[in-house]
């Protein structure tokens, strides 16, 4: 699985949009990129995820770059609700152990009021 | 629906003392796997299961053992409790054990482990 470079911490202000950025250079074409959330004393959820194409879902909005060494989680109205560690994650799409998720430190999100 | 269950939530254990982590889901999920996360860290992979009977190792598998005799469960032991072991341990499970896109990860509510 490619490796995956996120900013430690980000802010936002409540009902504002939220830019989460990742970094998978080493990516390959055969990998999915992959979203998570862990709130505070929880296990993560699955957020998004996507290969080529920009993705929307009830939660969220997933922007890949062209070249795929990029992607950007898009929060579009903040909520103090979605205060948690976001991982982003490049998952082959095989099977067996090479379909196994690995999480990296992911990036704590603050909301304000 | 429970989705993926974990008990006990809490536990504390002596040194050397053994216990097991139940974990169990009810949406016939083949594969399922144990994690655990460290203060401020991410989650790393113990051990995992593509179906009943099958299991193997992930990135750090020492000091623990799993075994998969139903699709519905996937206990995880540890022999011999060491105080590197404290950690909080999430159980997940998914559909899909080859190639494809059905790749949304069920995880548990986590054991919460204290060795002292």
């Known amino acids: 699985d490619a490796k995956t470079t996120q900013p430690n911490s980000m802010e936002s202000n409540e009902e504002e949009p939220v830019h989460l950025p990742c970094n998978h250079s080493?990516?390959?074409?055969?990998?999915?990129i992959h979203w998570y959330r862990q709130l505070p004393s929880q296990g993560p959820e699955y957020v998004i995820h996507g290969l080529t194409s920009n993705v929307n879902n009830r939660m969220a909005s997933l922007a890949i770059a062209e070249d795929r060494k990029s992607s950007t989680l898009i929060l579009h109205r903040a909520t103090l609700r979605d205060a948690a560690v976001y991982y982003c994650l490049a998952r082959r799409n095989y099977g067996g152990s090479q379909g196994n998720l690995i999480f990296g430190k992911g990036t704590k999100l603050s909301v304000k009021p | 629906n429970a989705g993926v269950t974990q008990t006990p939530k809490f536990q504390v254990l002596k040194t050397g003392q053994s216990m097991t982590l139940q974990c169990a889901q009810d949406m016939n999920h083949e594969y399922m796997s144990w994690y655990r996360q460290d203060p401020g860290m991410g989650l790393r992979l113990i051990h995992y299961?593509?179906?009943?009977?099958?299991?193997d190792q992930g990135e750090v598998p020492n000091g623990y053992n799993v075994s998969r005799s139903t699709t519905e469960d996937f206990p995880l032991r540890l022999l011999s409790a060491a105080p590197s072991q404290t950690s909080v341990y999430f159980c997940?499970?998914?559909?899909?054990?080859?190639?494809?896109?059905?790749?949304?990860?069920?995880f548990g509510p986590g054991t919460r482990l204290t060795v002292t």
């Open positions: 080493t990516i390959s074409g055969t990998d999915y």
């Open positions: 299961s593509v179906g009943a009977g099958i299991t």
């Open positions: 997940a499970s998914r559909t899909g054990v080859g190639g494809g896109d059905s790749y949304e990860q069920y």
